[in-house]
């Protein structure tokens, strides 16, 4: 890639916003992100499968933070009996328009609007950093079927891959964050579970090729663009399309991703 004609320092952007405002920014653009979002490889499932000790395949499964129903329609590909929870307005909205023969409720990780010990399968695609451990874990026991298991997942940018390296600097810089703590983060929590019991980590590299213009809108879809300014993200997004231009001259970007599963199992 080329460098960089002008971005603004880490100084010169504002103090991002709090957690619990980039949690609810999804709303206002759950039809983009359910459109530009990446998926989940099928090597995932299996994973899950292995380390759940049971197949998908008739378990009960509670998709906890479901979005717009990426992993929850997956899961019910594979045979699950699944129930979505979901805590957002326009995500729970936009899930009711993609999957109208899926059953979703409304409700978050740290208050489970489910019965005592009715799944035998608890799922987080991309949403345990949205609860509050303290509550979420005593939840997911109490919901959890013993010998039941609670799986988190993240797909994670691949950051040894140069230009996706250098396009999260990027992000960093324009906007006064840290790109590199989700993975800091996911690496705590599977050294210190916080309450959980054991967890077992299984790593998935995989990649998708998309236009240039998914890309984009990919990134816009995130909670650090949503809470930013408009003028600021557009002026990030002018200058990213001509890095990627420079980049991918067919205009195709391969993404990168390393999912990372985190499982647990529930006493018996």
């Given at each position: 890639m080329t460098s960089e004609a002008f971005e603004p320092s880490a100084a010169a952007a504002p103090a991002p916003p709090g957690?619990?405002?980039?949690?609810?920014?999804?709303?206002?653009?759950?039809?983009?992100?359910?459109?530009?979002?990446?998926?989940?490889?099928?090597?995932?499932?299996?994973?899950?499968?292995?380390?759940?000790?049971?197949?998908?395949?008739?378990?009960?499964?509670?998709?906890?933070?479901?979005?717009?129903?990426i992993a929850t329609a997956l899961l019910h590909a594979r045979g699950a009996a699944v129930l979505a929870v979901e805590p957002g307005d326009g995500m729970a909205a936009q899930f009711r328009r993609l999957h109208p023969g899926l059953p979703v409720v409304r409700g978050d990780g740290n208050a489970l609007p489910l019965a005592d010990h009715c799944?035998?399968?608890?799922?987080?695609?991309?949403?345990?950093?949205?609860?509050?451990?303290?509550?979420?874990?005593?939840?997911?026991?109490?919901?959890?079927?013993?010998?039941?298991?609670?799986?988190?997942?993240?797909?994670?940018?691949?950051?040894?891959?140069?230009?996706?390296?250098?396009?999260?600097?990027?992000?960093?810089?324009?906007?006064g964050v840290d790109t590199a703590?989700?993975?800091?983060?996911?690496?705590?929590?599977?050294?210190?579970?916080?309450?959980?019991?054991?967890?077992?980590?299984?790593?998935?590299?995989?990649?998708?090729?998309?236009?240039?213009?998914?890309?984009?809108?990919?990134l816009a879809s995130r909670s650090v663009f949503l809470v930013s300014d408009e003028e600021r993200t557009a002026a990030f997004l002018t200058e990213q399309r001509d890095h990627l231009r420079n980049a991918f001259p067919d205009g195709t970007v391969e993404e990168t991703y390393d999912v990372v599963l985190l499982v647990a199992t529930a006493p018996s």
């Open positions: 957690r619990s405002a980039r949690a609810r920014s999804f709303d206002s653009a759950a039809a983009r992100y359910a459109a530009h979002r990446p998926s989940y490889p099928p090597a995932l499932f299996d994973a899950l499968e292995e380390l759940a000790g049971r197949p998908l395949a008739g378990s009960r499964v509670a998709d906890i933070g479901a979005g717009t129903g799944a035998d399968l608890l799922t987080y695609a991309q949403a345990w950093h949205w609860t509050d451990p303290a509550r979420a874990v005593p939840e997911a026991l109490r919901v959890l079927r013993p010998g039941g298991a609670l799986a988190l997942w993240w797909n994670i940018n691949a950051l040894d891959v140069p230009w996706i390296a250098e396009e999260s600097a990027r992000v960093a810089r324009h906007f703590a989700e993975r800091r983060d996911v690496d705590a929590l599977g050294a210190d579970p916080g309450g959980l019991p054991r967890l077992t980590r299984r790593e998935v590299r995989w990649s998708r090729r998309v236009p240039i213009d998914t890309h984009l809108a990919n």
